[in-house]
């Protein structure tokens, strides 16, 4: 799962494919997919570690749409396809639900997993398409976090025994960079702007190359431990 294995795009040599490698116990790095022309983006990981999210497009990185990888077998199945994009999927705790961003209606929408069935609308509003990042499910699973143009909202869910949203509060107002995350204590951790406000200015940002970086987790987590 992703708390063992990670899971990312390799292009080796120009083509798509995706690679697992484990996180705390060492070993080599393992093909999920075939290479390809299109994209394969892996989005999240499914609870009991099998099923991988990941979000698909054509070779000139359009037409997008969500897949299913079992990440024993590679075998690939479609979960969401359709004339319009569907991004950034995020699988809930207990694997009933997905959440990801519908370019056709520009909010962000949740379906029933493995099998999609009628999507709810979670933003209840449009999202501004530029800033939109991955949706992230609550630790306990009963609500969605968000983002939009003015900060990190949460849209209170129920999922049994059947889909009830409740209305969208913002819990974090401010201009943030577009990506946040939720811990497992419920904090939210957000990437601020840089000094001058501004959000997109690709120039004043550094780049870090962080070494052995398998190894410094690996320590981390034994001193968690």
Do not use: K
């Amino acid at each position: 799962s992703g708390d063992t294995m990670t899971a990312f795009q390799a292009r080796p040599d120009g083509s798509f494919s995706l690679v697992a490698i484990p996180v705390q116990d060492g070993g080599d790095a393992r093909q999920l997919a075939e290479p390809g022309p299109g994209l394969l983006l892996p989005l999240d990981w499914s609870e009991d570690g099998r099923s991988i999210l990941v979000q698909t497009g054509d070779a000139t990185g359009q037409d997008f749409d969500l897949e299913i990888l079992d990440a024993v077998t590679g075998e690939r199945r479609s979960y969401l396809t359709a004339d319009w994009g569907e991004v950034l999927g995020a699988i809930s705790r207990g694997g009933e639900c997905v959440t990801y961003v519908s370019s056709e209606s520009e909010r962000i929408e949740l379906r029933a997993f493995p099998e999609p069935g009628a999507a709810f609308d979670i933003s209840q509003a449009e999202v501004h398409m530029q800033i939109v990042t991955r949706p992230r499910w609550a630790p306990d699973g009963r609500g969605v976090y968000w983002q939009d143009s003015e900060g990190i909202m949460f849209t209170p869910l129920t999922l049994d025994p059947e889909v009830e949203v409740g209305t969208p509060r913002r819990v974090l107002e401010g201009s943030f960079m577009p990506f946040f995350d939720v811990e497992r204590d419920g904090r939210l951790l957000v990437a601020l702007p840089n000094a001058g406000g501004r959000t997109r200015d690709v120039g004043s940002r550094r780049v870090l190359l962080l070494v052995n970086w398998l190894d410094r987790l690996r320590d981390a987590v034994a001193v968690e431990r």
